[in-house]
């Protein structure tokens, strides 16, 4: 049974990718494929050791599998924890205190405190209402990091590219917020990224993405092309969007300035904010790829959680539909399950 769900899962994944990865789906998969094959060389193991004995790489292929397995659904709060922890302090050190950059830290001590602290001030191992809570509790946290993990892996996939030449008519660079009138840091390496696409598509043009903000004495737009006039762009392949303040405004905005809808483009921001990016462009009917740009890791931590809440906030109803039914299979069998 394990080997057949492996083959329908992995048959899913190949006709998510083959079709449209621009889907959340593409990253479930993804990591159910790899936990079917996982179990059922973890069975054949157990039932068949002669076999496993005499080869070698079926014992490598089970290590990484069992491996991955167990960070994914056993030390995800001794792995996670210390990574958000840490990346939430070195961000705050150096970009300050402030709302935005408290996810982390949030993330880090909310699994702390359900894995560590819960359990050791109430009495979960006995029959009662504690104990009825914090197992709902678990699931909904299973079910927010399972979403998570889903995300993430979608987002890899959509990184990965195995052609440089696209075929791509335009290049889409979102905006990112200035330092006076230069780019950040951040929006460079957007810039970089989207001028090394383009020059891996020969005919292709770059559209520089983003409004002036209240804070901003020009248009990110025009910071960008600047920078990259500076870097060896002609002018000639340079189109500026000017107007947009918000992701879903940088790409719908961007696509009223290409001759034809229908031509396909490339999507270019920062690798946390990918995936959402593709996903408000696939909502928008529009045929796209996408790029990402590094960015450095103790931001990306906090930053790739704040795509993730606006990623709920944009599927709020379907989210809220899946925990409403998971609640009712919860009661359910608390209800009619053993006391």
Known sequence: MTLILFFISLAVLAAILVTDRRTVYSGFFLLFTAFLFGAFMLDKALNYPDWFSRHFAAHIILDIL???????????????????????????????????????????????????????IFDIGSPGSYMVIYRYLTMVILYLVMQLASFWASDLINLIHFKKNAGLKYVVVLGAGLSGDKPTPLLKSRIDKGISVYRNNPGCRLIFSGGQGADEVITESGAMAAYAIENGVSEDDIIMENRSVNTEENIRFSSLLMEDKKDRFAIVTSSYHLMRALLIAKRLKLNCNGYGASTKLYFSLNAFLREYAGYFRDTRKKRILHLAILTLVFILFSVTGPR
């Open 66 to 120: 069992l491996l991955f397995i167990f960070i994914m659904l056993i030390a995800y709060p001794l792995v996670l924890v210390p990574v958000f922890l840490l990346g939430g302090a070195v961000l705050m050190k150096k970009e300050g205190f402030k709302p935005r950059n408290i996810l982390s830290l949030l993330f880090a001590a909310g699994l702390f405190a359900v894995d560590m602290i819960i359990p050791f």
